[in-house]
Every structure is written in C-alpha cells, then in structure tokens.
C-alpha cells in the first residue's frame, strides 16, 4: 500500500522559513517523479512544484519561484521543500503527491496519482 | 497556460440518481485529463486519468468522458458517501492546473 506522509507544518511569521518533509512507502520511491500541491483554506488545489527520479529537475509554479526548493532523499525515500521568505498567501495545506505518467510519441504525461493527508502551513504575525 | 472551468458550482443530487460533472479547458488537453475527489476534510483521491481510464479501485459507477475541451464526469447511482468535492485537472501542458470544484451534495 502506497503511503506519504508529510510532517513539518506550522505558523511562521511573514518573511520566516519552514521545511515540509514527506515520509513514503508502498513503492519504489527513486523510480518516480513526486510533487508538492497546496490548498490555501476554503481554495482549490494548485501545483506547487516537482521533482524528477534523480533530483536534477525541478520545476515550480511562478508564485513560489526562488523561495521555494524542493529537494529528495532517495536513500531516505523522502521528499522535501524548503520554504524561505513565506508570505501570508502561503498560507494552505500542502500535499505530497506522487507523480504516475504515460507518454506518447511526443511528450510524457504526469498525473497526481497518490496523495499524502496533508501538512498545514499557516503564514502570519 | 491552460485555465480549466468546472460546472456547476454545486449539484444536488438524491441517492441513487445519475450526477454529470462538466469541465471544460481553455484550450486543447487532449486526453491529458484527471479528475479528483475530496471528501471533506480529506485529501484528493484520485478517480480518473487520461479521461477516461479509473484508477486502481475506483467503482465503476464513477466515468469518464470527452477529450480536447470538453470533459464529463458521470457519477451512476449516487451514493451517501460521493459527497465531495471534484476537481478536473489537466496535465497536456505545464503548470498541471485544476479547476475551481464541483461540490456534489446529497438531496
């Protein structure tokens, strides 16, 4: 059985920083693509970033660029994101998600698969 | 990037009927197209990918149609425990984005 679960949530003050973890199990972890999606409360879902199997491709909503990095541990079948400079519309519970794909002749395609319970960030003075 | 609308906002539904689901894209998705449900206080469970495809475990009174812009999630017979919401998504261009929700409530 396919499990994530994330860890490190809070309240932190504008400008401060926090580092979301995602503890998986139930699959190969280094042979997927994961992701981080956020609901700010009483919101929709956005994609927040993501990650390749390697760690050497990473890709993030405009909003979060150069304050958010997300990162893995394969060894650690652990998924990261560390959020620097937060700012009030942070503010959401964040999900750990793990990518599936298929592809055709030109592109892969990736879907959020599994989701972890979520992890609330609360950004505020 | 491709900005995804969901109707209605809400949808009524007594038990044991049908509930049809639109979304629709702001431009071609193709087939590159999930749908997500949320029990309240929940996190996402995915239902359908590809359109059309379930997922591992997914009833098959949850279906999927449409392609290009078009997309209907059909929900037969509705039961107590299909109260959430449901969220399209598409993923044929980067950002992956969703649409706003429909909220499924039990008449």
């Known amino acids: 059985e396919v499990q994530l679960v994330e860890s490190g949530g809070g309240l932190v003050q504008p400008g401060g920083s926090l580092r979301l973890s995602c503890a998986s199990s139930g699959f190969s972890f280094s042979n997927y693509w994961m992701s981080w999606v956020r609901q700010a409360p009483g919101k929709g879902l956005e994609w927040v970033a993501n990650i390749n199997q390697g760690g050497t491709e990473k890709y993030y909503v405009d909003s979060v660029k150069g304050r958010f990095t997300i990162s893995r541990d394969n060894a650690k079948n652990s998924l990261i994101l560390q959020m620097d400079s937060l700012r009030v519309e942070d503010t959401a519970v964040y999900y750990c998600a793990k990518d599936n794909h298929y592809s055709d002749s030109s592109a892969y395609y990736y879907y959020f698969e599994y989701w972890g319970q979520g992890t609330l960030v609360t950004v505020s003075s | 990037e491709i900005v995804m609308t969901q109707s209605p906002a809400t949808l009524s539904v007594s038990p044991g009927e049908r509930a049809i689901l639109s979304c629709r894209a702001s431009q071609s998705a193709n087939s590159n197209l999930a749908w997500y449900q949320q029990n309240p206080g929940q996190a996402p469970r995915l239902l359908i990918y590809?359109?059309?495809t379930r997922a591992t475990g997914i009833p098959a009174r949850f279906s999927g149609s449409g392609s290009g812009t078009e997309f209907t999630l059909t929900i037969d017979s509705l039961q107590s425990e299909d109260l959430a919401v449901y969220y399209c998504q598409q993923y044929h261009k980067w950002p992956r984005t969703f649409g706003q929700g429909t909220k499924v409530e039990i008449k």
């Open positions: 590809g359109a059309s």
